[in-house]
Structure formats: C-alpha cells, structure tokens
C-alpha cells in the first residue's frame, strides 16, 4: 500500500506543467551545446547529431543520408527523449529546491550519459563512436538546466499565501 501512497503524493504534488518546459529548455540546450561542439572539438558538420538521434528510429544508414528528413525526425526523437528525461530529473528534483535541483539534476544528466553510452550501445552499437567529450557535457548540462528550471516553476516551496488562486 505504501507504493500506492507515494505514486498518489507525486501525482498530487509534481508540478506536471514544469516538466514539459524543463524538458524543452534543457533539450534546447543540449542541442545548440551539441551543434556548437561538435565542429570546434570533432572538426565534423554540427547535423551529425541531429542524424544520430534519427537513427534511433530509422536505423543506422540514415547517419550518411543527406536529405533534411533525417534531421526533422532527430529533432523530434531528441526533444521527445529530452521531455523523458526532465520527467525523471523533475521526479527526483522536486521538493528540494534550486541549488539541489541544479547539481543533483547534473548528476543525473551524468547518469543518463552512462546509461545511454554504456548500455544502450548494446542495442544501437554505432552509438559508441559520439559517447565523448561533447556528449559527456551535453548530458551535464541538459541535467542542471532541466533540474534548475523545473525548480523555479515548480510551486511546492512557494508559501501558500503566495501562490495564486491559493487561499489559506
């Protein structure tokens, strides 16, 4: 019973409406620190990893493709695993305010770097050849940046009296 109770107080308490935003800002993120780092430290053209996340559904001979349907269909694999995750960071994150949620979402964007590269690469094996540097910081980041926004928005911490449409 007591799982029962704690997957009611996360429906009750979440702030739901925060996490699609985190996820689009952290995603964001992550994808402009991809495209700008992946020609200043890989020397290859910044769309390659737009292809390696349309790869994830259309298979690996899309990462030598040259058409932009490629690119359409990583953006939306991309923003759809980045809305994923910034649920799971918001999970972990809420109630423990800014800085926590900043670092720990961090922490977290480094673990979804290692499950990502070290055991999705089972199933996606091309994978191995991005699992960097540029990658490494792109998780980073998008984990501080979906922790941190999802804290501002989320209204748990606000006293009530400061809360719109919350009377005491």
């Known amino acids: ?5 704690m997957l ?11 996490i699609p935003i985190a ?5 964001t993120v992550f994808l402009l620190a991809a495209l700008i780092l992946t020609p200043l430290l890989y020397q ?9 996340f349309a790869s994830l559904v259309m298979g690996e001979s899309v990462l030598v493709g040259s058409g932009g349907g490629g690119l359409v269909v990583g953006v939306l694999v991309h923003y759809a695993l980045s809305m994923l ?5 918001a999970v972990v994150v809420h109630r423990w305010g800014m800085l926590i949620g900043i670092g720990l979402g961090a922490l977290l964007g480094l673990a979804i770097y290692g499950i990502n ?6 199933f996606f094996p091309w994978f191995f ?8 910081i792109c998780h980073v980041l998008f984990g501080a940046v979906a922790g941190g926004v999802y804290e501002r928005l ?12 919350v009377q005491k």
Do not use: Q
């Open 1 to 5: 019973m007591k799982g029962l109770e």
């Open 117 to 122: 590269f070290y055991s999705m690469t089972r």
């Open 44 to 52: 290859l053209p910044p769309t390659l990893m737009l292809r390696y």
């Open 85 to 89: 995750a910034a649920l799971v960071i």
């Open 23 to 27: 996820g689009a800002a952290a995603g």
């Open 154 to 165: 989320d209204r748990f911490d606000v006293p009530l009296k400061e809360v719109p449409h």
């Open 8 to 18: 009611d107080s996360l429906r009750r308490n979440v702030a739901w409406r925060a």
């Open 129 to 136: 050849a991005i699992s960097g540097t540029v990658m490494l």
